[in-house]
């Protein structure tokens, strides 16, 4: 069992920035890859971003390339997404999640088996 709790999300202006942080628990951390998604209102869960066990691969979406980033501190069992140029549709609920039955990076939603509770991300205009 993993429970994963996100925190960092909020109101910002266009241009701005956030860092969400996920923390871990339950079976060991640095032995599983992480991911970012996100839901807007009326659409699907989209991947944002992931990293593999160690941190040391990582892979993002289209739309985030060169904005997001990525990143773990296994001593801490903590995942981080550092945003930056927010965008207004990156207003969306962001989640964490565990793939804890793969090692490299995953980006299918489905192949993640842990998901936190989410946070709220409002970019205004």
């Known amino acids: 069992q993993v429970q994963l709790v996100e925190s960092g999300g909020g109101l910002v202006q266009a241009g701005g920035s956030l860092r969400l942080s996920c923390v871990a628990s339950?079976?060991?951390?640095?032995?599983?890859?992480m991911g970012w998604f996100r839901q807007a209102p009326g659409k699907e869960r989209e991947f944002v971003a992931g990293i593999n066990w160690s941190g040391g691969s990582t892979a993002y979406a289209d739309s985030v390339k060169g904005r997001f980033t990525i990143s773990r501190d296994n001593v801490a069992n903590t995942v981080y997404l550092q945003m930056n140029s927010l965008k207004p549709d990156d207003t969306a609920v962001y989640y964490c999640?565990?793939?804890?039955?793969?090692?490299?990076?995953?980006?299918?939603?489905?192949?993640?088996?842990?998901w936190g509770q989410g946070t709220q991300v409002t970019v205004s205009s």
């Open positions: 339950g079976r060991t951390f640095s032995s599983y890859p």
């Open positions: 999640a565990a793939a804890t039955r793969w090692g490299g990076v995953v980006a299918r939603t489905s192949l993640y088996d842990y």
